[in-house]
């Protein structure tokens, strides 16, 4: 009898124990957290070579001559580069153009959606085009400028990650901003 009473006194001493170790508020799950991705402001400085042109550019990024006045500008802590490159205007200029609109509109088939807005410095003959490419394309941000006589440059942003719109967003912004620098500082020799 005496082990009967035992084991009962041990289960209902347990059972307290279990009910008052669950007592308190219900566990509630942690709401989504955002990453937060704040991009140093950078210093812009000029960049000119024995090229037919100069440009500002974001010197925490690092420029690179690729030959014939082609260069890339790297952002390696966003994994990023932007391709720019020179081609003189050789009675070609339609050609270069529809090259360069083919070079965006390449992209429509992952595109969310494409905007285009002209530029316009008439002062330093600089005209062109910037685009932005929204959703899971390879770039999003591309632009071209031409004096329309002798000198065509485009310029095209790519990330060296799958394209993941949402995940590169921030680090697309901050670079679009750079390239909106490079076309509106641009001038030619």
């Known amino acids: 009898m005496k082990l009967k009473h035992n084991i009962y006194l041990t289960i209902v001493t347990l059972g307290a124990c279990l009910l008052l170790a669950s007592c308190g508020e219900e566990p509630k799950p942690k709401p989504e957290a955002f990453l937060r991705l704040d991009y140093t402001l950078g210093d812009y400085a000029t960049y000119s070579k024995n090229c037919p042109y100069t440009f500002d550019y974001n010197t925490l990024a690092t420029i690179k001559d690729k030959g014939n006045c082609n260069f890339t500008i790297q952002y390696p802590k966003m994994k990023a580069t932007i391709f720019l490159t020179y081609k003189p ?41 910037f685009s932005q490419v929204g959703g899971d394309a390879a770039t999003n941000a591309q632009f071209y400028v031409t004096d329309s006589t002798r000198h065509f440059l485009t310029g095209s942003m790519y990330f060296y990650a799958k394209p993941n719109f949402d995940s590169v967003m921030p680090a697309a912004a901050y670079i679009k901003e750079d390239m909106r620098t490079i076309m509106e500082s641009l001038r030619w020799k």
């Open 89 to 129: 205007v050789n009675n070609n200029i339609n050609l270069l153009l529809r090259d360069a609109e083919k070079l965006t509109y390449d992209h429509v088939i992952k595109a969310d959606d494409i905007s285009s807005q002209p530029f316009l410095n008439p002062n330093n003959k600089v005209y062109g085009m």
